[in-house]
């Protein structure tokens, strides 16, 4: 508990122990009236200073201004002990409120706990602790094992495995070396490092994550926005039907009851109906159920940037992806190597050597499957043809590597080939030698993650892709997805997006998964645009509305799973708030509910609402 916290349940048992005392006292009368004073001014003098400010300030209608008039009122007709009780149990109800709200936030604050203390900078031989603000960017900083790593940035000396759980809920470690980018958030599990800042931690990962979050409650869903709207219309409805209550039903005994009023027993009903009616059970619970759910999301590494994202997510009926970098790793790879004449660890070496000098992402992947060092002194006569390929001298052997069209200029004939895949085919001396097969492969939870979705109710998978259609078309067949559309631009995959949701029924939602950085404007127009291989970038979580922090499409269902859970809570808090108090208003209203059914009806609620609200933080994987 707070110090604040720990006051008011210091004045709660100051209260209890006081009505404890005085029930007991054999006294009677004004004494005792005005002794009972005491204990209520300890418990309510918040809550009447609130009501009074309410006031002054023209926001009247709330529920300071309704436990206020409520118990004032009741002690003013003589029932001391049940005034003080209502305002006492009113009381726990907010502490055990506070305490709930103050867990979520201890939870999420945990598991997201992920901004650094301080920077290490080398000065002098030795190192000095600073703050992260004030390191400016290209500064060299020191990270020692069991650190955070406090601004983004590229490793220069040292190699460490880094717990990326903070950020992403993945407990596997990730291994970093010499050149390697990190970033904020991170925890450097068991080597010294030095890293050079590229950013000014401001505008590192640790801070936009952090700013994402604290502010995701500022983008209200729509139950929460209704219920802001209801408790406005419903709060000054109770008053009047309370000032009602305590006038129509008298004045009418008044006339036809020859004269005789009960004006005390029908205006003490109006006071229990004014506590039944405090709305606190809804305008609590629900913006703390949203809460819970975008914690539990984030502890998961998924950061859901408002509660209308959360919402919008349980009524998912098309999901979209894109290609590369979203369901495939988007780092080209060899998957099959088809020698002639050689032997394939010989095709390789050739392969490799000839694209020794390319930075092309195909001739990265040559050289990476070959997994020796080059010794370039053995290559020459280097010559890069266009759209086709190279050809080089390598130790005195004439190599082409490139594709089909490179070999029909070089007049060498090759197999025929309909593989999915970029082709490199290879030619020694002039005589063909084989034929490597490059593909950018699925990542390992691709297909889980469209069975899943499907298991989940979505009713149409589409992928949109830049890719050529023989490729697009392997790929889709992997994943099984509904739909497949190959060789679009950016603005035609947004032409697509526009068609797909004039296809969305009444109820339905439109969700986009893309990389976050070419696939900014399909983002922006789907109801939800989900940002996938966003660990570090920027940009993908400036352009999506929910970011997977991990790079795993199969967490776009989890990400559903907790959106849908999170909506029966809300759902559940209404309904019940709404039948119990509706149920006890009538029952108030005809004198069968007393002030202590009055108590239940708010506090009583409240607490199970709240205790309800809390179940969204604890949300499997």
């Given at each position: 508990m707070n110090?604040?916290?720990k006051r008011?349940?210091?004045r709660?048992?100051?209260?209890a122990?006081?009505m404890?005392v005085?029930?007991?006292?054999?006294?009677?009368?004004?004494?005792?009236?005005?002794l009972?004073?005491?204990?209520y001014?300890v418990?309510?003098?918040?809550?009447l200073r609130?009501?009074?400010l309410?006031m002054?300030?023209?926001q009247?209608?709330?529920?300071?201004f309704?436990?206020?008039?409520?118990?004032?009122?009741?002690?003013?007709?003589?029932?001391?002990?049940?005034?003080?009780?209502?305002?006492?149990?009113y009381?726990?109800?907010?502490?055990?409120q506070?305490?709930?709200?103050?867990?979520?936030?201890?939870?999420?604050?945990?598991?997201?706990d992920?901004?650094?203390d301080?920077a290490n900078?080398?000065?002098?031989?030795?190192?000095?602790q600073?703050d992260?603000?004030?390191?400016?960017?290209?500064?060299?900083?020191?990270?020692?094992p069991?650190?955070?790593?406090?601004?983004?940035?590229?490793?220069?000396?040292?190699?460490?495995?880094?717990?990326?759980?903070?950020?992403t809920?993945?407990?596997?470690p990730?291994?970093?070396k010499?050149?390697?980018?990190v970033?904020?958030?991170c925890?450097?599990?068991?080597?010294?490092?030095?890293?050079?800042?590229?950013?000014?931690?401001?505008?590192?990962?640790?801070?936009?994550?952090?700013?994402?979050?604290?502010?995701?409650?500022?983008?209200?869903?729509?139950?929460?926005?209704?219920i802001?709207?209801?408790?406005?219309i419903?709060t000054?409805?109770?008053c009047?039907?309370?000032?009602?209550l305590?006038?129509v039903?008298?004045?009418?005994?008044l006339l036809?009851?020859g004269?005789?009023?009960?004006w005390?027993?029908?205006?003490?009903?109006?006071?229990t109906?004014l506590?039944?009616?405090?709305?606190?059970a809804?305008?609590?619970?629900?913006?703390?159920?949203?809460?819970?759910g975008?914690?539990?999301?984030?502890?998961?590494?998924i950061?859901?940037k408002?509660?209308?994202?959360?919402?919008?997510l349980?009524r998912?009926?098309?999901v979209v992806?894109d290609?590369?970098g979203t369901?495939?790793?988007?780092?080209?790879?060899v998957?099959?190597?088809?020698a002639?004449?050689?032997?394939?660890e010989?095709?390789?070496h050739?392969?490799?050597?000839?694209e020794?000098?390319?930075?092309?992402?195909?001739?990265?992947?040559?050289?990476r499957?070959y997994?020796?060092?080059?010794?370039?002194?053995?290559?020459?006569?280097?010559?890069e043809?266009?759209?086709?390929g190279?050809?080089?001298n390598i130790?005195?052997k004439?190599?082409?590597?490139?594709?089909?069209?490179?070999?029909?200029?070089?007049h060498i004939?090759?197999?025929e080939?309909?593989?999915a895949?970029?082709?490199?085919?290879l030619?020694?001396?002039?005589?063909?030698?084989?034929?490597?097969?490059?593909?950018d492969v699925?990542?390992?939870?691709?297909?889980e993650a469209v069975r899943?979705?499907?298991?989940?109710?979505?009713?149409?998978?589409v992928m949109?892709t830049?890719?050529s259609?023989?490729a697009a078309?392997?790929?889709?067949?992997e994943?099984?997805?509904?739909?497949?559309?190959?060789?679009l631009l950016?603005?035609?995959?947004?032409?697509?997006v526009e068609?797909?949701?004039?296809?969305?029924?009444?109820?339905?939602?439109?969700?986009f998964?893309?990389?976050?950085?070419?696939?900014?404007?399909?983002?922006?127009?789907?109801?939800?645009g989900?940002?996938?291989?966003?660990?570090?970038s920027d940009?993908?979580?400036?352009a999506a509305d929910v970011?997977?922090?991990?790079?795993?499409?199969?967490k776009?269902?989890?990400?559903?799973?907790?959106?849908?859970k999170t909506l029966r809570?809300?759902?559940e808090n209404?309904v019940?708030?709404?039948?119990?108090?509706?149920?006890?208003l009538?029952?108030g209203a005809?004198?069968?509910?007393n002030?202590?059914?009055?108590?239940?009806?708010?506090?009583?609620?409240?607490?199970?609402a709240?205790l309800?609200?809390?179940?969204a933080?604890?949300?499997?994987?």
């Amino acid at each position: 508990m707070n110090k604040k916290q720990k006051r008011v349940l210091l004045r709660i048992i100051i209260t209890a122990v006081l009505m404890a005392v005085l029930t007991v006292l054999p006294i009677d009368g004004r004494i005792k009236t005005v002794l009972y004073l005491v204990p209520y001014m300890v418990i309510g003098y918040d809550i009447l200073r609130k009501a009074f400010l309410g006031m002054i300030h023209g926001q009247v209608f709330d529920e300071n201004f309704l436990m206020a008039i409520a118990t004032v009122g009741a002690i003013g007709i003589g029932e001391m002990f049940e005034g003080v009780a209502v305002m006492l149990f009113y009381q726990i109800g907010e502490l055990f409120q506070s305490c709930a709200v103050g867990r979520s936030r201890r939870n999420i604050t945990a598991l997201m706990d992920i901004r650094p203390d301080y920077a290490n900078i080398e000065q002098d031989g030795e190192l000095t602790q600073i703050d992260p603000d004030e390191v400016p960017t290209g500064t060299v900083i020191v990270i020692k094992p069991g650190e955070k790593v406090p601004i983004d940035g590229v490793i220069i000396e040292g190699e460490t495995s880094l717990n990326t759980s903070a950020l992403t809920g993945e407990s596997i470690p990730r291994e970093a070396k010499q050149g390697d980018g990190v970033i904020s958030g991170c925890v450097n599990l068991n080597g010294l490092i030095r890293v050079r800042t590229t950013k000014e931690f401001g505008e590192s990962t640790v801070s936009k994550i952090l700013d994402l979050v604290e502010n995701s409650s500022m983008k209200k869903s729509r139950s929460e926005n209704f219920i802001t709207r209801f408790a406005k219309i419903y709060t000054p409805a109770v008053c009047l039907g309370a000032v009602l209550l305590a006038i129509v039903p008298p004045f009418i005994q008044l006339l036809f009851g020859g004269g005789n009023a009960d004006w005390l027993v029908w205006f003490t009903r109006a006071l229990t109906f004014l506590v039944i009616s405090c709305p606190c059970a809804l305008v609590i619970s629900i913006p703390l159920s949203f809460f819970g759910g975008i914690g539990g999301a984030s502890a998961r590494g998924i950061l859901v940037k408002g509660s209308n994202y959360l919402e919008a997510l349980a009524r998912t009926g098309i999901v979209v992806f894109d290609k590369t970098g979203t369901m495939t790793k988007g780092v080209f790879e060899v998957v099959s190597v088809k020698a002639q004449g050689v032997s394939d660890e010989m095709l390789l070496h050739y392969a490799a050597y000839a694209e020794s000098y390319s930075t092309h992402p195909i001739a990265e992947s040559l050289r990476r499957a070959y997994g020796k060092s080059i010794d370039t002194a053995l290559v020459s006569e280097v010559e890069e043809i266009s759209g086709h390929g190279i050809t080089a001298n390598i130790d005195g052997k004439t190599v082409a590597a490139g594709n089909r069209r490179l070999m029909e200029r070089l007049h060498i004939s090759c197999a025929e080939s309909d593989a999915a895949g970029t082709e490199v085919h290879l030619a020694l001396d002039g005589s063909y030698i084989g034929c490597i097969l490059i593909a950018d492969v699925l990542k390992p939870t691709a297909a889980e993650a469209v069975r899943a979705l499907s298991a989940a109710g979505v009713r149409k998978t589409v992928m949109l892709t830049g890719d050529s259609e023989k490729a697009a078309t392997a790929i889709a067949a992997e994943l099984k997805v509904d739909e497949v559309k190959s060789g679009l631009l950016p603005g035609d995959k947004v032409d697509e997006v526009e068609r797909l949701l004039a296809e969305t029924g009444k109820n339905e939602k439109l969700v986009f998964v893309g990389d976050g950085i070419n696939d900014a404007p399909v983002l922006s127009r789907a109801d939800v645009g989900i940002a996938m291989g966003a660990l570090g970038s920027d940009a993908a979580i400036e352009a999506a509305d929910v970011v997977l922090m991990d790079d795993d499409p199969a967490k776009i269902a989890l990400a559903m799973r907790i959106s849908r859970k999170t909506l029966r809570i809300v759902y559940e808090n209404i309904v019940f708030a709404l039948a119990v108090k509706a149920l006890c208003l009538v029952l108030g209203a005809f004198g069968v509910a007393n002030m202590w059914w009055a108590i239940f009806a708010d506090v009583g609620v409240m607490v199970l609402a709240v205790l309800n609200a809390t179940r969204a933080l604890a949300i499997s994987k």
